[in-house]
């Protein structure tokens, strides 16, 4: 009979822990092609340099949240499990083969206490996206925003209703100039001036986290949920900027700050942008106008009144400024109400003998109205380069970069869930995944040369 192999397991021999690790284990592209020494000085002024007991090495402590993220370890004891059998994260970590693992409560502490209502995380994911650019990785001239739902650690059950204020959209003031100013042109009266009104709305708010939303759309999960909106680069899909909000927040509402912000931060030169249907707002189409930037944004179909015709049978003339209908008739200007939308009146004499009255209006003073927004032109500018070649050739990129980067970080870095409670930490988990999948995608490039 042979020996157990048992018996050789309590052999001695004489090994290090660097050989134990494989020539291409994605650590060791990540040690070699990263220095991780910039966090001494994100981190340093949340340290005290002459009191208190001896600190865990920060660097080693973010390496070993970043093993977490790598390879999609959700607790912190468990990591901590993981890291003590695991020679490569040892070998990652600086750790010996027989040195103690710090304990999975030193994460807990450092996010709660120390890094707590800190932009730390933040500053990181910057810091590594400077280091992609400066490698050559980011080009910031055509970007892709979309958002993904995170399922909140919250029962969907349990939650009370209550009012909220309603946020105030950053467009208001220029819209109100708009109005005032396309009024003015078509010889009208200045609106009066209406007092401002809190507007409020009922809400299920969790009693278990209190800053998710609950969330309930088409062909998506019910239940309470955060929004992870993320923007990647065209060029090597490096991922440029993470935002989280509740899940009742509308994707159009921080995309035109968060574009800003990249703009500002990294010096972007944003040429085109690619977006879903839901950013298909007119706030958002002439904004990118006024940035000078082409937007390709999907189609958004909205479906009339069963048996009435649609919008787009009705044709508009800028010279004269008023709609044609179907049958040839002319639907004139008639105002422009305070959500900036001019309204155009047919002529009920005319439509009470139109052959085409029932597919057109269901009034009963048969009165046509159209409505057209004081930006329609900066919409209708993003639907012509939706339709262009060079904007079709964009859109496809889509499910290249944005969704392949969710995908990836839903299915190999445990962002379907959210592990932690709060905005705050659905955030720290939103970048602290970005931050693992842009230092990978780095570390490979680089070692291909």
Known sequence: MLRPIREKQVELEMVSIDQLVPEDHIVRKIDEKIDFNFIYDRVKPFYCEDNGRPPIDPVMLFKMMLVG???????????????????????????????????????SFNRHKRFNDTTVFQDIFDDIVLLAAENGMVGGRVLFTDSTHLKANANKHKFV???VQVETQEYIEELDKAVEEDRKAHGKKPLRKKEKEVEEKEVKVSTTDKDSGYMYREGKPEGFFYLDHRTTDMKYNIITDV????????????????????????????????????????????????????????HRRFTPKKGLFPKWKFTYDKKTDSYTCPNGSTLTYSTTNREGYRQYHSDPSKCRVCPFLSKCTSSRNHKKVMTRHVWEESKEKVRENRLSPEGKLLYKKRKETIERS????????????????????ASEQALMTAIAQNIKKIANHLTRG
């Open 243 to 298: 935002y989280v909000t509740p899940g009742n927040v509308h994707d159009s509402r921080p995309y035109l700050s968060r574009l800003d912000r990249q703009r500002e931060r990294f010096g972007f030169e944003v040429e085109a942008v690619g977006l879903d249907a839901g950013y298909l707002t007119v706030p958002i189409c002439h904004g990118l106008e006024k940035r000078n930037i082409m937007g390709v944004i999907a």
């Open 69 to 107: 993220y790598f390879f999609g370890i959700r607790s912190e004891r468990q990591l901590e499990k993981e890291i003590q059998t695991n020679v490569a994260y040892r070998w990652f970590l600086g750790l010996n083969l027989t040195d103690k693992v710090p304990h999975h409560s030193t994460i």
């Open 406 to 425: 969710f995908a990836d970080a839903k299915q190999l870095h445990g962002l379907r869930y959210c592990r932690l409670r709060s905005v705050k930490g």
């Open 161 to 163: 209703k209550e009012k």
